[in-house]
């Protein structure tokens, strides 16, 4: 699984540089209109707005637990949080990077527990944004947002001026590709978060059903004694 995600990251990028097609972002007019929030197509702002709300669901998935959200490479933690950062603005570019760097290797695990009183006190005490992460309140929110921008896209949007618009802009055909990459990368965090929390495997279909599943999924867990 390891070398496929970075075979998928190294792939994404190259796509995105040399064969995206449509206009580059520098004189591409749907690209300023998205920016600016002045799109007339409800589909590609929902579109756009989604692309703003899924690092918000990985923030939940990777950030809420201490411990939980770090991965070990080699004996080492690697903290989640810069990748959660850097994806608000650069989606599955930088969250590839993190999933493939701490995929199990087959001399070990990713996922090794950190031994000792670090993690212990680390699993004591939550940070701010650990909390934040955790909660329903959050996750309801996110999920009501994500089903409100459907309901507008669906209601009122035009699928085929999309389309025009996913051949015509580089930006648009880049974000659709992301989106149905953070999408399928889902699947595999459902699935790794769920076996770190002692869930049936199973949970990572949700992943297939884009935002709402990982957020239904977050939604659907109790707090374990």
């Known amino acids: 699984m390891r070398y496929i995600l970075w075979l998928l990251w190294l792939a994404f990028i190259v796509y995105a540089l040399f064969m995206a097609p449509g206009n580059s972002p520098g004189n591409d007019p749907i ?15 929902t579109v756009f707005s989604w ?15 201490s411990v939980k959200t770090r991965g070990a490479v080699n004996g080492k933690l690697v ?6 950062l850097f994806s608000f603005g650069l989606g599955a ?15 070990g695990s990713a996922y090794e527990a950190d031994v000792g009183e670090r993690t212990l006190a680390a699993e004591r005490g939550k940070t701010g944004i650990a909390r934040v ?3 329903k309140l959050t996750h ?5 947002l994500t089903l409100g921008m459907a309901f507008y896209a669906v209601s009122q949007g035009n ?7 996913f051949n015509q802009s580089s930006f648009v055909n880049i ?7 953070l999408t399928l990368l889902s699947t595999l965090a459902i699935l790794r978060d769920a076996r770190d929390n002692r869930r049936t495997g199973y949970w990572a279909w949700l992943g297939l059903l884009p935002l709402a599943g990982p957020l239904l999924y977050l939604l659907a867990e109790f707090e374990q004694p």
């Open 31 to 45: 690209f300023r209109e998205l920016l600016t929030l002045q799109s007339r197509e409800p589909w590609l702002l």
């Open 51 to 65: 692309l703003g709300i899924f690092p918000c669901i990985y923030a939940c998935l990777l950030l809420r637990k």
């Open 79 to 84: 903290p989640a949080w810069p990748f959660v």
């Open 93 to 107: 570019f930088a969250l590839l990077p993190y999933y493939a760097w701490t995929s199990p290797s087959r001399t």
């Open 133 to 135: 992460a955790a909660s």
């Open 140 to 144: 309801l929110v996110l999920l009501l």
């Open 159 to 165: 699928p085929e001026r999309y389309a025009e618009a």
């Open 175 to 181: 974000m659709t590709i992301d989106f149905g990459v």
